[in-house]
Structure formats: structure tokens, C-alpha cells
């Protein structure tokens, strides 16, 4: 029987091979991530909601369906959390906000309802900031309880960190899936813009939104991905092409472009020397990798991202923002604020040139395989203030072309280090690929003792 003592060690993939041997039923599972959130939850907060009720039932349910001969696949019987703009039946959505904290949606999210499809399991809601922004969630890093998770899946990242869930749902528009991996320790999967239905999930911006995955590994968010990707027609973002079969490409040493501006002089010295390390230990694996420039018009990326944010944030929110001004955060207040000031043109100008940006990227990739840059700054920093700089992902938020981040080691100070890769245009197969290659040579998946203490 799976008990929490040794539930953080565990992978969807194995977790799958158990219960189709008959090793391990749901209702365990579900039991150990309950025991493991107990445990850890006043330490770290990771969980707006723990649906516990609901997901021993799903469970039982589950169960039967085994014992009857039916195994819906490898998410079957698999606990999950979602991050709290996920609309979920009957399931409270608060969006870290106080005046939503009545709202209780009469449908799924897509993604969400793609999960169940598949049997995975919802554990609960996990923190968000307020309205996926920028202002902190409660949520602390379960690596230095001092130190933030990211954000703005901070509850995301922190539980899948944690052993509380097995993978979880987030959703990125500058940096908010890849970064809280980086941060804890774990792989972030920020498929192409469109792959995922954003069906049922509170917007930031239409334009940039993307439903990105928190797992252990990169076979675990491959493994989400297939359940939840594919066209939606209640998301007119939706892309409208087959999925590619991410778990059957043949791993062969890939041909890398390393991004060295505009990514190494925003990192700082630990970070840039442990991503030369990473890149050496790669190249003397078979990989090919040669330095490629960064578009000039990256110098704009900040200014272009504000804007079309601002705008999108200030359209969705201004009916209950003039109602509930006050008890939006500040971040999230300032942001809406300064999109309600931007001009039509300025706004037309942004999205002209996010197409121009996604153009000059795309060309990057003609020649290689994969980007490879930092997967963050730095360490998380020491501090509950701040969600950390998504810096080194939000270039490939503004274009949309999919990204995954890979845990690589640990700081001086003990906090996981990641390295960031970004792939063509509709290979996320490709770029899964070259991720599972790279995570085989540095083998540096990390795991957390439960027993750790902040300090």
C-alpha cells in the first residue's frame, strides 16, 4: 500500500503500471495525498480548496470501474490539483479573490472536464494570485518556507513539489507555469497557444492566456497533455489540428540553439554558470548545440506583453472593477488601471508586433531542433513579497510557441535551479522529445524530504 511517508517519490507512469497490475487501487492513492496535504498544508498552503468528500467518492467510483475490467489509462485513478481559475461543477472557483468567494460554477473547465474523462482525480483548487496577477498567493516554497513558490500557480507548483498531488494544472500568460516549476523543483509544460482549451478558465489576457501542466517528469506532463489537449468549439482560440503522439518519438541527441542574450544577462552568476554546466554536460552527451542571436525587437517584449495585458485584464474586469475597486490587490489594481489608459492604436500596435516578434522566433528555430536558455533568473528568492521575474518566459508567452522546463539541480542554498527549452510551432512531440533526452542525461529530477524545515 502507498503511504504519505513515500508518495513524493512516486510518477503518474509508475503509479499507472501499479494499478493496471491490480497493485494499487485510487482510493490509496487519494488517501496518501490526503494524508501528505495534512502533513504539510499549514506549513506550506498550497490548497485554496481540498475537495476531500469529493475525491474519496471519485475514487470509489474509480475503483469499481477497475474491478469490472475497465482502466480508462494512465491518468486513471491519478489525484490532481487545479489551479483556483479552473471552473469546476459544483466546486468552488475563487480566483484568490474575496468577492468571488461565493461563486461556484455550473460546468467544467474543458481541461477539467478532459481529466475526469481520463479518470484523473481532483484532490481540490490550489492557490492562485488574485485573478492570476501578480500579487502573492499565501502559498510558501515547500523547498525554504522563507522563499516564494512563483506564481502565479504558486499552489500548483508547491503541491506537485510537495508530494500532495501526482501533477496539477496552471495557466501562464508571462511566466506563471514555467516559473513556479523552476522554483520547486518540478517540470512545467507550456504547450503552443491554443493546444489547450482555456474553456472555463478566469482570463487575464484572451491573447496570452495559456493552460499550462505541473508534473514530476516530463512522461507525467506528456501524459496530461494527451488527455487534456485537442480542438475545443467553445474556445474560438482553440486550434483545430491533431494532437501529435508526444510518447512515441525515438530520443536522439538534439540540435540545441543556445539564446545567450538577452536570457544570460538577466540571470544572475549562479545561474548563468550552472546553465554553461548544463550545456556542457548535454554537448559531451552527443547534443549539438551552437549559440543563436536574440531578435532585436526582444527589447520591446516588456513594453508590447503590458500593453496588450493591460488592455485584455482592464476589458474583462471593468464591470466589477468599478464595483469592487478596493478589494483588488494592488498589482492586479495597478494593471487594470493602466490598461483602462491605453489607446486603441497603442493596443493595435502591441498585437501587430507580437506577430512580427512570433515570426522573427519562429525563424530561430529553422536551423535546430530547440531553444535552450535559463529556465529562471535565479533561485526563488527570499522573500513572500514578490512571485519572482518572468523574465525567461515571457518572450515565448507573447508568441506562443511551446516551452518546458526541466529541474537541473540545486543552488548553494539548497533551491532548485531549471533550464528552460522552447520548440517549433505544433511540435510539442518534438520538443517532449528533446525534454525526455535531456532529463535522462542530467538525471536530476529532485526529489523533497518531507521532513525539511525552512532556514
Given at each position: ?149 512563483g506564481g502565479s500557480s504558486s499552489g500548483s ?101 543556445l539564446v545567450r542574450a538577452y536570457f544570460f ?76 489608459t491605453v489607446s486603441a492604436i497603442q493596443y ?108
Amino acid at each position: 500500500m502507498t503511504t504519505g511517508r513515500n508518495i513524493a517519490s512516486l510518477t503518474i507512469a509508475e503509479v499507472a503500471l501499479a494499478i493496471a497490475a491490480g497493485k494499487l487501487m485510487p482510493r490509496e492513492l487519494v488517501e496518501s495525498c490526503l494524508e501528505r496535504i495534512d502533513a504539510l498544508e499549514p506549513r506550506i498552503q498550497a490548497w485554496a480548496l481540498v475537495d476531500r468528500e469529493g475525491a474519496l467518492r471519485a475514487a470509489e467510483s474509480l475503483g469499481e470501474e477497475l474491478r469490472q475490467g475497465r482502466n480508462r489509462g494512465p491518468l486513471h485513478g491519478i489525484p490532481v490539483g487545479l489551479k483556483d481559475i479552473f471552473y469546476t461543477a459544483g466546486l468552488r472557483t475563487q480566483a484568490g479573490s474575496p468577492f468571488w468567494a461565493d461563486f461556484v460554477p455550473e460546468y467544467d473547465a474543458t481541461a477539467v472536464a478532459r481529466l475526469k474523462e481520463a479518470g484523473a482525480i481532483v484532490l481540490g483548487k490550489t492557490h492562485t494570485t488574485q485573478f492570476a496577477s501578480g500579487d502573492p498567493a499565501p502559498t510558501r516554497n515547500p523547498w525554504n518556507v522563507e522563499h516564494t513558490p512563483g506564481g502565479s500557480s504558486s499552489g500548483s507548483g508547491a503541491a506537485v513539489a510537495a508530494g500532495m498531488c501526482l501533477a496539477a494544472l496552471g495557466t501562464q500568460t508571462g511566466g506563471s507555469v514555467l516559473r513556479p516549476a523552476a522554483y520547486n523543483g518540478v517540470v512545467g509544460l507550456k504547450p503552443e497557444s491554443g493546444r489547450v482549451s482555456k474553456y472555463g478558465v478566469v482570463p487575464l489576457s484572451w491573447t496570452l492566456d495559456h493552460v499550462g501542466i505541473i508534473a514530476r517528469t516530463v512522461t507525467d506532463a506528456a501524459l496530461v497533455f494527451r488527455a487534456i489537449a485537442g480542438h475545443d468549439p467553445a474556445d474560438y482560440h482553440s486550434l483545430a489540428e491533431a494532437i501529435p503522439n508526444c510518447l512515441s518519438a525515438q530520443l536522439m541527441p538534439p540540435r540545441l540553439g543556445l539564446v545567450r542574450a538577452y536570457f544570460f544577462e538577466r540571470a544572475d552568476e549562479e545561474m548563468r554558470r550552472h546553465a554553461d554546466e548544463v550545456v556542457e554536460r548535454l554537448r559531451r552527451a552527443g547534443a549539438s548545440i551552437n549559440e543563436i542571436a536574440f531578435p532585436a525587437s526582444s527589447e520591446t517584449i516588456d513594453e508590447t506583453h503590458d500593453a496588450i495585458v493591460g488592455v485584455e485584464a482592464a476589458a474583462y474586469h471593468q464591470e466589477m472593477f468599478a464595483q469592487h475597486r478596493e478589494e483588488y490587490q494592488p498589482r492586479v489594481r495597478r494593471l487594470i488601471e493602466k490598461g483602462l489608459t491605453v489607446s486603441a492604436i497603442q493596443y493595435a500596435n502591441a498585437l501587430e508586433t507580437r506577430l512580427r516578434m512570433r515570426a522573427e522566433m519562429e525563424r530561430m528555430l529553422l536551423n535546430v531542433d530547440a531553444l535552450i536558455t535559463p529556465g529562471a533568473p535565479g533561485p526563488a528568492p527570499r522573500s513572500l513579497e514578490t512571485t519572482g521575474s518572468a523574465v525567461m518566459h515571457r518572450p515565448w508567452s507573447m508568441v506562443g510557441l511551446p516551452a518546458i522546463g526541466l529541474p537541473t539541480g540545486l543552488s548553494e542554498d539548497g533551491l532548485p535551479l531549471a533550464i528552460q527549452l522552447v520548440g517549433p510551432s505544433r511540435r510539442e512531440d518534438q520538443l517532449l522529445s528533446i525534454a525526455l533526452w535531456c532529463e535522462k542525461v542530467l538525471g536530476a529530477r529532485l526529489i523533497l524530504d518531507p521532513r525539511r524545515r525552512e532556514g
